[in-house]
């Protein structure tokens, strides 16, 4: 009686690859880091180390909120807002149409000055209720035809104000023709003030958005005109105004730089300006106001710096009192066991 043997086979349940295995099993790869096992710092939260912490932040943060908040209130400002006051009486029940109207439409202002104002004087004009953040009105725009003299017919995004007789109008879009052009002067003691226009853009917007070889072209030749002209033979970078105008804002409340005035105001002093009422705003039941304003160390007034800074501190030293008024009143061993669940119901109950 013979007896067939099953030829052995290497592949075999006992003698398998163990680099085979290896290769298609799913375990990663053993390291220290994927196992995290690397030296690691774990701090122990004690009583002492939490109120510690609260402290400390109060101690910095609440002296810099003061000193942010008295910075703040150091700026002056001078704010008149104009919009209907430099509408004539009879027109006021028709603001639309007073604005859209021909005719003169200059205005004449008085501004008190009630402190001491140190030069550089910033002269900003403030719009409210103007969306500027709208999808639509954000998008519409061709930065490539701002830099490029080459590419004037990139007007695809800039509609409706993407042509003019049949020719791209250049700068494009409906930001640009929404420029603002209320104009302002301003005279002390009939001695007029000079407002220094230049650099009130940014450097790298001048230098890298808008190009020095590119001009107005076609410009507010529309059916119609939303704001201001444009210098045809001035490029684009030299053109502060559209370039500080073209700075979109984020919030429906805005303030933009029109210029500097670089002499002292006195206390006491009265600024005559005479403003040109051209901006319409009354199709929205929009607001303009004229600001004046000096600066800090911080810039110009916003106290919401300030008062974040004694928010935020405060309610740390506040945490920090009620933990220790804790720890003293009720304290407790750290790692006491008997605060476990199981030991503090042995039954399970």
């Avoid at 000096?294 to 501190?313: E, K, P, Q």
């Avoid at 920090?320 to 407790?332: G, H």
Wanted: positive net charge; proline residues 6%; charged residues 25%.
């Amino acid at each position: 009686m013979s007896s067939n043997t099953a030829p052995s086979s290497s592949g075999g349940a006992g003698s398998a690859d163990p680099t085979s295995t290896r290769r298609h099993s799913k375990r990663p790869k053993y390291s220290r880091f994927t196992q995290q096992e690397l030296p690691a710092c774990k701090p122990i939260l004690t009583p002492r180390w939490v109120i510690s912490a609260f402290m400390l932040v109060s101690i910095v943060f609440i002296p810099i909120g003061v000193v942010s908040l008295f910075a703040s209130r150091d700026v002056i400002e001078i704010i008149d807002r104009y919009e209907t006051d430099c509408i004539p009486m009879p027109s006021r029940s028709d603001k639309v149409g007073y604005i859209q109207g021909p005719g003169d439409k200059t205005c004449n202002r008085t501004l008190k000055v009630t402190k001491h104002m140190k030069q550089p004087i910033y002269v900003y004009y403030q719009l409210d209720n103007f969306y500027q953040n709208h999808r639509r009105y954000v998008k519409s725009r061709s930065d490539q035809q701002l830099r490029d003299p080459n590419s004037e017919n990139d007007v695809d995004a800039c509609k409706p104000e993407d042509k003019a007789g049949g020719q791209p109008v250049v700068p494009c879009g409906l930001i640009a023709w929404s420029l603002f052009n209320d104009t302002y002067s301003f005279s002390r003691k009939n001695q007029q003030l000079t407002v220094n226009k230049k650099d009130i853009a940014w450097k790298s917007d001048k230098d890298h958005k808008f190009g020095k070889k590119v001009f107005p072209k076609n410009f507010q030749k529309g059916t119609l005109k939303g704001g201001a002209s444009l210098d045809p033979n001035k490029s684009l970078s030299e053109q502060e105004d559209l370039i500080v105008w073209m700075r979109t804002a984020a919030l429906p409340t805005f303030r933009k730089l029109y210029g500097r005035i670089e002499v002292n105001l006195e206390a006491g002093d009265e600024l005559d300006v005479t403003l040109v009422n051209n901006y319409n705003t009354y199709s929205f039941s929009g607001k303009k106001k004229l600001v004046l304003s000096t600066t800090s160390w911080i810039g110009g007034r916003n106290d919401f710096l300030g008062i974040a800074y004694l928010t935020v501190g405060g309610l740390c030293f506040f945490l920090a009192m009620a933990f220790t008024v804790v720890y003293l009143v009720k304290p407790r061993q750290l790692g006491d066991p008997s605060y476990l669940s199981w030991n503090r119901n042995p039954g399970g109950h």
